[in-house]
């Protein structure tokens, strides 16, 4: 019963890391990165479409990512969905491939976006902490049912805590390299 209710917090708890992890590659920090476009969609014979579901993106250069289309008639409107969405980046294309030059961050930039990732490591360890509060309250509720005792309600506490604790020192580890990243010149 308690093992259900620990297994539950961590599943829970490492959504909140891999949500985490999935919104720093979204980030733009000076280095090109297929994640960069995973959210931009085209218009592909009227509906909108995802990318790298019309092109293969790859990554030829450190700074640069090339999108080199299936059905070349859809170079125009991949070139329109790059410049509409708000990442501040301009394609060129030859006709046949796209290239996006990433360019380098300055030093304000690259402070800004610390501050950035700061934040979002906050609402991860948030999220944590709403966590472990829901799983105390299960504890609890255990407890005024006499499904547990008092005393398994203290340990099944603590180790609440300790994953917690446990998560909360991922999320610190995750948000260390994301910040070196993006400091890195």
């Not at 891999?18 to 218009?43: C, F, H, P, Q, W």
């Amino acid at each position: 019963m308690l093992n259900d209710v620990f297994a539950d917090a961590r599943d829970r708890m490492s959504k909140a890391l891999d949500n985490l992890e999935t919104d720093y590659k979204r980030l733009r920090t000076g280095r090109a990165s297929v994640s960069l476009v995973d959210g931009i969609r085209a218009e592909y014979y009227g509906t909108p479409t995802a990318l790298n579901q019309l092109a293969t993106i790859t990554i030829p250069e450190p700074r640069t990512i090339m999108i080199q289309p299936w059905d070349t008639s859809v170079i125009g409107e991949i070139e329109k969905s790059i410049l509409k969405s708000e990442l501040g980046l301009t394609p060129m294309s030859d006709g046949k491939v796209i290239r996006i030059n990433i360019p380098v961050l300055t030093a304000d930039r690259r402070r800004e976006l610390v501050k950035v990732v700061k934040k979002m490591s906050e609402e991860s360890k948030v999220a944590v902490r709403n966590i472990r509060r829901d799983v105390n309250e299960m504890i609890k509720d255990l407890k005024k049912e006499k499904e547990i005792s008092e005393d398994e309600q203290f340990k099944a506490q603590e180790e609440t805590q300790r994953i917690t604790d446990d998560f909360i020192k991922k999320i610190d580890v995750v948000y260390s390299a994301k910040e070196k990243e993006i400091l890195e010149i």
